[in-house]
């Protein structure tokens, strides 16, 4: 457990003493956010404020990592996995500051980066592994194995998840802090999980687990890295943010969680333990198709489902603060979930 709180404390130092460094210096190259033209009429103000934060967020993670771990394959390939996110988001918040626009990569180069992300975190970690322990099976998971083994597609789905959750966490860094607050539970959620899954090597049981040891510590280790990095950072995205973390930290985080989700062998739970994501996707989703259908009509007031409260009437804050609160109650039902299964499944 001291490597866990090991690598949150260093990377929460990280991202808390550089931080401001770091906003210092996109003030004096004039990397400010662009806002869209067609968002929140109040959120016109935070035009200009330094953006790429999630710099700090990928390094301090990194560095915190790379200090505690024992480096393991599995290890490897979910900060593998983050990093390479993180760099996609790097050159499109480099197309964004630069052209003073925001939009940055076009969806079919955002896409195709998560594609070769996908593959190669899914080649890496179906192929290698530590030591005697067992490698990542090609099957669908929720708690546990599920032996629905879908061969090749396997890369498929890895893209369906890293793609969908760096996307979701995208939309929902909109207001200050919210991304960033509702990512440090659910990576204190993932945190237990893994470290649960360290401390209790039972993965002989059939009907278990295949995920322990060495390996599921070194996750948890991430997993405590990148809490610790997103509550430094949210000293300074917190309402009204000095910094916003950009693509480049959104896009990391996303990776990061689905990587996650993926190794631990529950996948599927990450539809609720992230399920405040799940929301705000979904709310584009349906929000996006009811428009074409009906030419015109709309659900929501603007989607992201956070700016239609914004525009009904709700302060910022207060909006930040109930999807905190509904992210929570999310991430407690997820991990009540997987303990209450975990704890059954133990041989007698």
């Known amino acids: 457990m001291y490597s866990v709180l090991g690598a949150a404390t260093v990377a929460g130092i990280i991202c808390l003493v550089f931080t401001p460094l770091l906003i210092k210096f996109l003030r004096r190259k004039d990397y400010g956010q662009v806002i869209r033209e067609d968002g929140p009429k109040a959120h016109f103000v935070k035009g200009g404020t330094p953006t790429m934060g999630g710099v700090l967020l990928v390094i301090g993670t990194l560095v915190g990592y790379m200090i505690f771990s024992e480096r393991t394959p599995e290890g490897l390939a979910v900060i593998g996995t983050m990093m390479a996110c993180g760099a996609l988001g790097f050159i499109d918040d480099v197309i964004q500051v630069r052209k003073k626009r925001s939009l940055g990569l076009s969806p079919s180069l955002k896409f195709l980066g998560q594609l070769v992300i996908a593959i190669c975190f899914t080649y890496f970690a179906t192929q290698y592994s530590y030591k005697s322990y067992p490698k990542l099976p090609t099957e669908f998971s929720f708690l546990g194995r599920t032996f629905l083994n879908i061969g090749w597609l396997f890369f498929i789905w890895v893209f369906i998840m890293i793609?969908?959750?760096?996307?979701?966490?995208?939309?929902?860094?909109g207001l200050d802090g919210l991304a960033s607050g509702s990512m440090v539970m659910v990576m204190a959620a993932y945190l237990l999980i893994a470290f649960t899954m360290f401390r209790h090597p039972v993965s002989e049981h059939p009907n278990f687990y295949t995920f322990t040891g060495q390996p599921a510590l070194d996750v948890a280790i991430i997993c405590g890295a990148v809490l610790g990095a997103c509550a430094g950072?949210?000293?300074?995205?917190?309402?009204?943010?000095?910094?916003?973390?950009?693509?480049?930290?959104?896009?990391?985080?996303?990776?990061?969680?689905?990587?996650?989700?993926?190794?631990?062998?529950?996948?599927?739970?990450?539809?609720?333990?992230?399920?405040?994501?799940?929301?705000?996707?979904?709310?584009?989703?349906?929000?996006?198709?009811?428009?074409?259908?009906?030419?015109?009509?709309?659900?929501?007031?603007?989607?992201?489902?956070?700016?239609?409260?914004?525009?009904?009437?709700?302060?910022?804050?207060?909006?930040?603060?109930?999807?905190?609160?509904?992210?929570g109650f999310m991430v407690l039902i997820g991990f009540a979930m997987f303990y209450v299964d975990f704890v059954s499944r133990v041989p007698k």
């Open 163 to 173: 793609s969908g959750s760096s996307n979701a966490v995208n939309l929902t860094d």
């Open 233 to 327: 950072f949210l000293w300074w995205n917190a309402a009204p943010a000095k910094i916003f973390m950009g693509d480049t930290g959104s896009l990391a985080l996303g990776g990061v969680m689905s990587a996650t989700a993926i190794m631990t062998r529950t996948q599927f739970l990450l539809l609720i333990i992230g399920g405040l994501f799940v929301i705000e996707a979904l709310s584009v989703i349906i929000q996006v198709a009811v428009f074409k259908v009906t030419k015109g009509k709309r659900v929501f007031k603007m989607a992201p489902i956070h700016h239609h409260f914004e525009l009904t009437g709700w302060p910022e804050f207060t909006v930040i603060v109930r999807f905190w609160l509904v992210c």
